[in-house]
């Protein structure tokens, strides 16, 4: 059992920035990625970043690549979403997940077994 807890979230005014935490509670803790997704009102939810945990190969969903960064830090079991240039549309809840095999790719959420409890990230205009 894995147990993931997010915090970072809240509320920012467009173009800010915020960085989201996701930490794992089990000791003995090899992944083979862990990853953020988010899900908006009334939509989907969609995947938004991995990381693979080692090594560190990132992985982006087009509508964030060059202004979300997920990095992870292996002796804290900890991995971290840093948000920047947010947007309206960037608001929505941030789940982090736990993908404990290295097959299937990484975007999609059938492919991750745990999930934390979700941090609500708004946007405003």
């Known amino acids: 059992q894995v147990q993931l807890v997010e915090s970072g979230g809240g509320l920012v005014q467009a173009g800010g920035s915020l960085r989201l935490s996701c930490a794992a509670s089990?000791?003995?803790?090899?992944?083979?990625?862990l990853g953020w997704f988010r899900q908006a009102p009334g939509k989907e939810r969609e995947f938004v970043a991995a990381?693979?945990?080692?090594?560190?190969?990132?992985y982006y969903a087009d509508s964030v690549k060059g202004r979300f960064t997920i990095s992870r830090d292996n002796a804290k079991n900890t991995v971290y979403l840093q948000m920047n240039s947010l947007k309206p549309e960037d608001t929505a809840v941030y789940y982090c997940?736990?993908?404990?095999?290295?097959?299937?790719?990484?975007?999609?959420?059938?492919?991750?077994?745990?999930w934390g409890q979700g941090t609500q990230v708004t946007v405003s205009s």
């Open positions: 997940a736990h993908k404990a095999y290295y097959s299937g790719g990484y975007v999609k959420e059938d492919l991750y077994d745990y």
């Open positions: 089990r000791r003995t803790f090899s992944p083979n990625a």
């Open positions: 990381i693979r945990w080692s090594p560190g190969i990132t």
